[in-house]
Structures are given as C-alpha cells and as structure tokens.
C-alpha cells in the first residue's frame, strides 16, 4: 500500500495554471486577479448517502468536482481552485487502479473547466470525499437567492428528473428504453455544470437570482422565495421533461417525483426580469442549452409555490426534495440519494 505521501505524489499532484503555488507545501497560495470577489463552496460526497459504494471511480471523479461546480455556477462566478479531501478504507487505498480511474475522472472534470488542484488532505476511514471549491466573480455581480422580485419569470435549464430516473434504473424500480436510459444514467454519473450560463446570467445583468437543483425543483425554489420573501406560481405542464418519459416503464407518481423533487440533475434555476425573456431564450440558443420559462414570482408568503396542473387547479406534490435529516419513509431511496 503507497504511504499518504506517495499516494498524492502519484495520482493528485498537477501542474498548476493560475497558482502562485499548489500541492507540495503546508498550504497552497493564490493570487485573486484584481477587482474580483472570491466565491467559496464546499460538499461532502459519503458512500451509501451521495453514491452506491460499488460506482465507477472515474465518473466519481468526475462529478466530486461537477457538484461543487454546480454551486459557483449559480453564483455566476468563474472556477478557479479546489482543495480535495479522501477518506479512503484500506482496499481503496490499496488499490492503484482504482486511485487512477478517480483522478482521471477529477482531472478529466477539473481539465474541462480550467481548476486547480492545490492541496488537500488523505486519512483512512469509511469512503467519502470532501471538496473546497474558489471561484472569482467581479464585485457586486454575484447572483443571490435573495434578490427575486414580485413579476420575475422563474426558468430552468435543460431537462428535469434525468438523474434520480438513472437512480431509479439503476434500483430496478423502473424500465427504461434507449435513448432515454442512457441520457438518465449519464445525467447521474456525469452531471454537466452550467458554468457559462451563470457567468452569461450575471455578467450581461440576466438573472436576479438563481441555486442550482441538487435536492428537487421545489426545495430549491423555496429556499430563492424563502430568501427573497416571496411566492411564485409554477405550472407543471411546462416541466422540460415530461414528455420523455412515454413510452418508458415509469408510473405517474415516480415520474411527478423525479420532475419535482428529484434533484440531483444540478440544473439551474434563476429569475429574471419578463422583459429579459427573449435574451434569455437567445442565451440558451448561444449556449445551446434550453431554457424554459416555468413560471412567476409574486410578492406573498415567503416560501409558497403553487403548482398548477393543465387545467389550472392546484397540485399537492406528496415530495418536493430531499433532506439529509429527515425521518426515512418507505419511499425514500436507501443506497444513493442525493449523489
């Protein structure tokens, strides 16, 4: 088994593009170019909570970095640095081939959007993997969940339910047919953050506010209109998704829950002005991305949303998203929820 020392020197130490100095020292050093703010996140992915324990290592790899991306995405700051802790059981220690197919799918994500690996830490014990991610936005342009206002129109970003219907494949608790099956497993191993559309929403004045949805649509609504002190109005018909799932082995209430409280497709959902929608729709054309306008902010109770059906009747949603705390049910997924 390779020392922690060998373990970092092998498989985690890059050259690195925009540090004045990366892995190696006690601590790495950075320089922010000047005017900008730092923008800072972090996540921690655990086996058998974010991820099954038998998952691919290099599309682990791949989304470690991709969740944490995510969140400076709906900040519309641009990624700069990352430090990664391991914790790592002594098989996965052991094993070479599997370190490198990890730091293939890291690198692989951290080459795509230019990051620097500068430091971290390695220590024995249950797998689960910790990243700190920096990113740099000019000042004051940062996109709040505080800053919807009443009239907004609400959007999302490509396709809803993808990744927790790959989840649900892969659980054997749907049937799914190609193509759908394997836009739904690659929407979950291989989550795309929409890096330039947030720095496109901020940078040209878009957008008010945005999160991207990692725990469901309506969990992640509510925390924008929780923090905004506001209501809104979404029409569930105009879901980008719903459509997808004909012709597929999925019941009505699985595919309800996947589209409003599945999360985990880290797509972005922003507010933005009505009289923005058409620059908005030539922005997702730019970025060939669809961006489908969803529905309406309103001054109201902080946190409400009402969901309307076809018919324009209120719909009662029996999940709207995932929390680690909350008390388990019968219909929560056991081995990976929320990866």
């Not at 004051?140 to 494949?169: F, K, V, Y």
């Not at 980008?240 to 599945?262: E, I, K």
Request: aromatic residues 6%; proline residues 6%.
């Amino acid at each position: 088994m390779p020392s922690e020392f060998a373990l970092i020197e092998r498989h985690f130490k890059r050259p690195a593009r925009h540090s004045v100095l990366g892995v190696g020292d006690d601590a790495a050093i950075v320089r922010p170019a000047p005017g900008m703010e730092i923008v800072v996140t972090t996540d921690m992915l655990v086996a058998g909570t974010h991820f099954l324990p038998d998952a691919d290592p290099a599309d682990l790899g791949w989304k470690t970095l991709a969740v944490n991306l995510s969140d400076l995405a709906a900040m519309g700051a641009l990624p700069r640095w990352a430090l990664l802790s391991l914790a790592l059981p002594a098989d996965k220690a052991a094993d070479e081939a599997w370190l490198a197919a990890y730091a293939e799918g890291f690198f692989a994500c951290a080459d795509t959007f230019a990051v620097d690996l500068i430091g971290g830490d390695t220590t024995r014990g249950p797998l689960a993997f910790n990243v700190t991610l920096f990113g740099e936005i000019p000042a004051g342009q940062a996109l709040l969940r505080s800053a919807a206002r009443p009239a907004d129109e609400i959007w999302i970003s490509g396709t809803l339910g993808l990744a927790t219907l790959g989840l649900a494949q892969r659980q054997a608790r749907c049937r799914l047919m190609e193509p759908l099956r394997s836009a739904c497993l690659r929407a979950l191993d291989r989550p795309q953050p929409r890096i330039a559309l947030g720095r496109a929403l901020a940078q040209d004045g878009l957008a008010h506010a945005a999160i991207d949805v990692s725990d469901g649509l309506l969990a992640d609504l509510g925390h924008i209109l929780e923090r905004s002190q506001a209501t809104a109005t979404l029409h569930f018909d105009r879901l980008p998704a719903a459509v997808l799932y004909c012709g597929n082995d999925v019941d009505a209430r699985l595919a309800t829950d996947c589209l409003l409280g599945g999360g985990d497709d880290y797509e972005l959902a922003f507010t933005a002005p009505a009289a923005r929608h058409e620059d908005i729709l030539a922005l997702g054309a730019r970025l060939q991305i669809p961006l489908t306008c969803i529905g309406t902010v309103a001054a109201g109770p902080a946190g409400r949303i009402h969901l309307l059906d076809a018919d324009g009747r209120e719909m009662s949603p029996a999940r709207r998203g995932y929390d680690h705390f909350a008390p388990a049910t019968a219909d929560t997924d056991t081995a990976e929820k929320k990866t």
